[in-house]
């Protein structure tokens, strides 16, 4: 059974930081690309983040230079580091698995392609004030 558990969402004032946290597990020996996701109310699931077993990183431009995604092998752990937040990022976050080496750049366009990730977290919510 894949479980992904997000954990470190909040409330912060512009400027400010967060550190989000996935617990992943399940997967065995499997391969697999993970990514992060959010969704602002009445707007699209947008990619944000994705990472490959190599350690490969693809962003989308809007957070390009302030969130860096990471992953803890050892702690099965999915990372995203918040930083310089800014009131648009206000959203709810998700984590999302997809079996298999996927490019990280195609998973971050997965949603606005109308195709989905594999596995998902339940969200940790994110709200930025100015």
């Known amino acids: 059974q894949v479980q992904l558990v997000e954990s470190g969402g909040g409330s912060v004032q512009a400027g400010e930081s967060l550190r989000l946290s996935c617990a992943v597990s399940?997967?065995?020996?499997?391969?697999?690309?993970l990514g992060w996701f959010r969704q602002a109310p009445g707007k699209e699931r947008e990619g944000v983040a994705a990472?490959?077993?190599?350690?490969?990183?693809a962003y989308t431009d809007s957070v390009k230079g302030r969130f860096a995604i990471s992953q803890d092998n050892a702690k099965n752990t999915l990372y995203l580091q918040l930083n310089s937040l800014k009131p648009e990022d206000t959203a709810m976050y998700y984590c999302?698995?997809?079996?298999?080496?996927?490019?990280?750049?195609?998973?971050?366009?997965?949603?606005?392609?109308?195709?989905?990730?594999?596995?998902w977290g339940q969200g940790t919510q994110v709200t930025v004030s100015s």
């Open positions: 399940g997967f065995a020996d499997s391969k697999y690309t």
């Open positions: 990472i490959d077993s190599d350690g490969n990183t």
């Open positions: 999302a698995a997809v079996r298999g080496e996927i490019p990280v750049r195609i998973v971050l366009q997965i949603t606005a392609a109308g195709l989905t990730m594999d596995y």
